[in-house]
């Protein structure tokens, strides 16, 4: 019998190579049955039952997530909330309009808060769950260039720790996971196209990017599976009373205690 076996699960950004895809991968092969979303549907799909193509950052999408996760799956025992991201705007923080801090706040925040609001009611009702909100090191080392990111990412952190307080007697646990550099496919293409701009090969060109982040001390970064990893643990009953926690998997590049 798997860890996970009978739970269901729902995973938001599921797919394209990312830490939600590893997510996916890792509760499924822990017992699972994980529904996944994201804006556009793979080609190879292996269940379109277990896909749901939605906007997160929308209020309508959310709404179709959750409706296609009961109606289902009869219910969730766990949600790993991982759509997340920041575009770079060029020109500096005043630069920045209404509209870029909202983007960044529906996509990195308001997405959560709504897909909790809309699951938590049937956990409630059966007495169980378990939460995870994948934020950033950025939410505590934010960088000059993705200030309205950083910023949603410290709200959600915030936002998961008073969840958590409030859910824990009603036995749903809810905790962060704050990942530094990661490699996934995205974060690949990036370190290929660095290479290729600088004619430089890419451990040159991964090395720049380390850098531009204060060095990274393990040498590498992260793969997607290693926060898939902690990410199952915290769902599992080996966590059993681990509740409002921030988990940080970095490789070591905050120095901050
Ligand atoms: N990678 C890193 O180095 C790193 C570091 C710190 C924190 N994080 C955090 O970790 C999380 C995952 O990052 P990642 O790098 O794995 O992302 P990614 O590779 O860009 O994957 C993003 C996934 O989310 C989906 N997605 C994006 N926006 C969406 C939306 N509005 N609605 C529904 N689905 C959406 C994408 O599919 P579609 O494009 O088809 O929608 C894709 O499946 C994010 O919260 C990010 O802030 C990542």
Do not use: C
């Amino acid at each position: 019998m798997s860890e996970l076996d009978g739970r269901r699960a729902v995973v938001t950004g599921g797919t394209r190579g990312g830490i939600g895809a590893a997510v996916s991968a890792r509760l499924t092969a822990a017992g699972a049955t994980v529904i996944t979303t994201a804006r556009s549907t793979p080609a190879d799909l292996p269940d379109p039952e277990l896909f749901v193509a939605a906007d997160v950052s929308t209020p309508d999408g959310v709404a179709r997530v959750a409706r296609a996760a009961l109606d289902r799956l009869g219910g969730v025992d766990i949600v790993v909330h991982v759509v997340g991201g920041s575009r770079q705007e060029p020109g500096g923080v005043l630069a920045l309009s209404d509209h870029d801090w909202q983007h960044e706040f529906a996509v990195n925040l308001f997405s959560a808060v709504r897909l909790d609001r809309a699951l938590l009611p049937s956990m409630i009702e059966q007495g169980r769950g378990a939460i995870v909100h994948v934020t950033s090191v950025q939410r505590r080392v934010p960088l000059p260039t993705t200030v309205p990111y950083a910023a949603a990412k410290s709200a959600l952190t915030s936002y998961s720790k008073n969840l958590a307080g409030q859910m824990a007697p009603k036995g749903i646990r809810v905790n962060t996971v704050s990942p530094g550099f990661v490699e996934t496919a995205g974060a690949s293409g990036m370190v290929s196209a660095l290479a290729a701009a600088d004619g430089v090969d890419e451990d040159t060109a991964r090395r720049t990017i380390m850098d531009s982040i204060g060095g990274i001390p393990l040498g590498r970064p992260a793969r997607p599976d290693e926060v898939a990893e902690l990410v199952t643990f915290l769902v599992s009953d080996r966590a059993s009373s681990i509740v409002g926690a921030e988990h940080v998997i970095d490789g070591g590049s905050t120095r901050t205690i």
